[in-house]
């Protein structure tokens, strides 16, 4: 399987359970936005994880750097995860300025990182990796 087919639809993915939160905390269900919003934290972090202790490492080795895109990478991903935990703080205090306030700069972040993987990331990784690919890919499934 191609790297960056695999890693695009778990980006899709997390799209669509970010999609159903918002839709349940703009019908202040947060009961409900909570489930999808969980859905959403458990699919990033393992997508996460998978791409840092996966595919970014086999990336590192075969450029023979680990200061390039993936350092960035791993930066932004921290960020992420900040906004995770102020995400789920609102939606415990059924805060719903502050999850959409919070969810908007997520969005934004999580968009650009996901853009810069595809377009430039993850389509080195098909050029680099791609002896490999089937193997990595079989490896991040098992997550
Ligand atoms: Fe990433
Ligand atoms: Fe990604």
Do not use: W
């Not at 997390?14 to 969980?38: L, M, P, R, V, W």
């Not at 086999?58 to 932004?76: D, I, K, L, Q, Y």
């Amino acid at each position: 399987m191609v790297i960056s087919n695999y890693m695009r639809d778990e980006h899709r993915s997390c799209d669509e359970s970010f999609a159903k939160a918002e839709q349940a905390a703009n019908n202040g269900d947060f009961k409900e936005t909570f489930k999808h919003f969980e859905d959403f934290m458990v699919e990033t972090l393992n997508h996460f994880a998978k791409e840092e202790d996966i595919l970014f490492p086999a990336f590192e080795e075969a450029a023979g750097s680990t200061e390039g895109p993936t350092m960035v990478m791993r930066h932004e991903h921290n960020q992420v995860r900040q906004l995770l935990e102020q995400m789920r703080e609102a939606i415990e205090s059924e805060d719903k300025d502050r999850f959409f306030s919070v969810a908007d700069t997520l969005m934004i972040l999580l968009q650009q990182h996901n853009m810069k993987e595809e377009q430039m990331l993850y389509a080195m990784c098909d050029r680099i990796l791609g002896p490999q690919a089937d193997g990595l890919v079989e490896k991040m499934k098992e997550r």
